[in-house]
């Protein structure tokens, strides 16, 4: 192995060393962030020097591995860890929270949708439920007899003020 071959080695080390300092303050940073899920490193070979061929199995034996040096290493991907956090109890109605898989679906102030994890919901001028940061949160609505309608996506508004007749549940459906 060449000296440059080790300092290219070496290089590769540092930069995926400087990934994860990089991931592991942002994981900090955003240790109290709402709905924030932590990111972790993959890392993978960058290149292979093969030493030795490696064996098939034999009747007397298992066979052998190639040997091999690794030249360096890459970031593969940096993932986020989305298992269950935990849920913490709120003195606003209005926050909500998903335990299990899933995200609130939120249009953006400039018209696209979006997703997050972030529960905590705030009522605009209109009743909507919105996001701290102006997003309108997005479900299904019903109509006048309490049917979903489940064609279209619309902004979930609490009516407040005005008088809705009470109406109990009669079928729950898992998907």
Do not use: C, H, W
């Not at 962030?33 to 298992?62: D, E, I, N, R």
């Not at 190639?66 to 890459?74: A, D, F, K, Y």
């Amino acid at each position: 192995m060449g000296l440059s071959s080790v300092f290219s080695t070496a290089i590769s080390g540092l930069q995926a060393s400087e990934t994860i300092v990089d991931v592991a303050g942002n994981n900090v940073a955003n240790s109290n962030t709402v709905g924030y899920k932590a990111s972790q490193v993959m890392f993978v070979t960058q290149f292979l020097q093969t030493l030795g061929l490696g064996s098939a199995p034999s009747t007397g034996s298992g066979g052998t591995n190639p040997r091999q040096i690794g030249l360096g290493t890459q970031v593969a991907s940096v993932t986020p860890n989305f298992q269950q956090g935990t849920l913490q109890i709120s003195s606003n109605p209005s926050d909500l929270a998903i335990q299990g898989d899933g995200f609130f679906m939120v249009k953006t102030t400039t018209g696209e949708q979006a997703f997050t994890r972030d529960g905590q919901f705030r009522l605009n001028s209109s009743n909507e439920l919105t996001t701290l940061s102006g997003e309108r949160l997005l479900g299904y609505g019903v109509d006048s007899e309490f049917n979903i309608q489940s064609t279209q996506l619309v902004s979930m508004s609490i009516p407040l003020g005005s008088a809705a007749v009470a109406k109990a549940t009669e079928n729950v459906k898992f998907q």
